[in-house]
């Protein structure tokens, strides 16, 4: 198949299998939220969120809860850097829950937070003005291009 004529790769709609909640839910939470906040601080360090918009979310409590795998994330944002909880608030200022595909697809972006919100595949809960600013924040961010890898196209069409 040429590569002009090749669909683009997307991310299906899927649910881990109830096993991984169980189990997940019962490991150490702490090594996820220190990767999100690593790559978090990769998108600052690249300047890819501006310092005002830093500036608002300062001091305050995020959760990223992945209902399907049991995997969970809690961090806050102090001095214009994103750092890991430890240990998790009662009541985060602003929790994102969903399963594993919706984080795919918004990450790719393949949906947008609004479409997932209306399927009732996200669910938004704590500070409304917060969640809004966060979402025009990830919504304005330019991802760079990566460049194309020599031969990846060769090892897609294997697959096929």
Do not use: Y
């Not at 004529?5 to 839910?25: D, M, N, Q």
């Not at 240990?87 to 984080?103: G, H, K, Q, V, Y």
Request: proline share 9%.
């Amino acid at each position: 198949m040429s590569e002009s004529i090749r669909k683009p790769f997307s991310i299906p709609r899927f649910k881990l299998p109830p096993v991984f909640a169980r189990v997940g839910s019962k490991l150490p939470q702490w090594p996820h939220a220190v990767a999100l906040t690593t790559g978090l601080n990769a998108v600052v360090k690249m300047k890819l969120i501006p310092d005002d918009s830093l500036d608002l979310l300062e001091g305050r409590s995020f959760l990223v809860d992945v209902l399907d795998s049991g995997g969970r994330a809690c961090f806050t944002c102090r001095g214009g850097l994103f750092r890991p909880l430890f240990t998790m608030p009662e009541i985060p200022d602003l929790a994102f829950r969903a399963n594993l595909s919706a984080f795919l697809q918004l990450l790719a972006r393949q949906e947008d937070p609004d479409t997932l919100f209306f399927n009732r595949e996200l669910s938004i809960e704590g500070d409304t003005e917060l969640g809004l600013v966060v979402k025009n924040m990830l919504d304005a961010i330019e991802w760079p291009t990566l460049p194309r890898l020599p031969g990846l196209s060769t090892l897609l069409s294997l697959r096929n």
